[in-house]
């Protein structure tokens, strides 16, 4: 078994902020994924990587970084945070791509903007 | 690209009644779907992986029926219980390393 860590679990910022979350995944896998989940709008990926120092864009990029230093981290920056966003962002990972393997969830990293 | 529906966003049954719900994919090469269940608070977590050459899978209260011709995949918790109240996602794949997921159903198992 593995377990995938995000942190912070909960992040508040300003208008304009930087911010950095963070996740880390023990199963030794090869993907990792970035999602945005709002509410009554499912999942929606912001960036993937198959591999380590790869990074690929997602359908709402847009805004963000990623980064894969290492196998077991994947971090996302929010550029510049917009006012009054908040959404839940999971981090997940699989054996090889989604097409063959089940993701595995972070327990989510809640984001609200003042 | 690949599209998901999922219907109802909402579903509220007694307990011991059964829970259906329905995901409408598009992309008729989509062979591997997904259904996850996420509690408040947390991740979500895997309950089924379906693969298309197989039609009627069976886990532990619930069965996954998958309609290839309508390109419909189906929940149904037979006999749901309050711990089933959560959301539910489906998910099918597009091209290598990517899944489109549906946007969620509400359950609340009342007793």
């Known amino acids: 078994g593995g377990i995938i860590t995000q942190t912070p679990k909960f992040l508040i910022g300003q208008e304009g902020q930087k911010l950095t979350l963070k996740c880390q995944q023990n199963?030794?896998?090869?993907?990792m994924y970035w999602y945005r989940q709002d509410s009554g709008k499912g999942l929606r990926l912001i960036y993937y990587?198959?591999?380590?120092?790869?990074?690929q864009k997602g359908d709402l990029s847009e805004g963000y970084d990623a980064s894969r230093e290492k196998k077991s981290s994947f971090s996302l920056t929010v550029t510049s945070a917009q006012k009054n966003e908040m959404a839940v962002f999971l981090c997940?990972?699989?054996?090889?791509?989604?097409?063959?393997?089940?993701?595995?969830f972070g327990p989510g990293t809640r984001l609200t903007v003042l | 690209g690949e599209q998901v529906e999922q219907r109802p966003p909402h579903l509220s049954v007694r307990e011991g009644d059964s829970a259906v719900i329905i995901c409408t994919y598009t992309?008729?090469?989509?062979?591997?779907f997904f259904w996850y269940k996420q509690e408040p608070g947390a991740g979500l977590q895997l309950l089924m992986k379906?693969?298309?050459?197989?039609e009627i899978n069976e886990g532990q209260g619930f069965t996954v029926l998958l309609n290839k011709k309508d390109k419909q995949l189906s929940l149904n918790l037979t006999a749901a219980h309050p711990g089933d109240s959560a959301v539910y996602f489906c998910?099918?794949?597009?091209?290598?390393?990517?899944?489109?997921f549906g946007k969620g159903t509400h359950l609340h198992v009342l007793p």
């Open positions: 997940a990972s699989s054996m090889r791509g989604a097409h063959y393997a089940e993701q595995f």
């Open positions: 998910a099918a794949d597009t091209n290598a390393y990517k899944v489109i």
């Open positions: 199963f030794n896998h090869d993907t």
């Open positions: 992309d008729p090469n989509s062979y591997y």
């Open positions: 990587s198959i591999t380590e120092n790869d990074l």
């Open positions: 379906v693969f298309s050459s197989t």
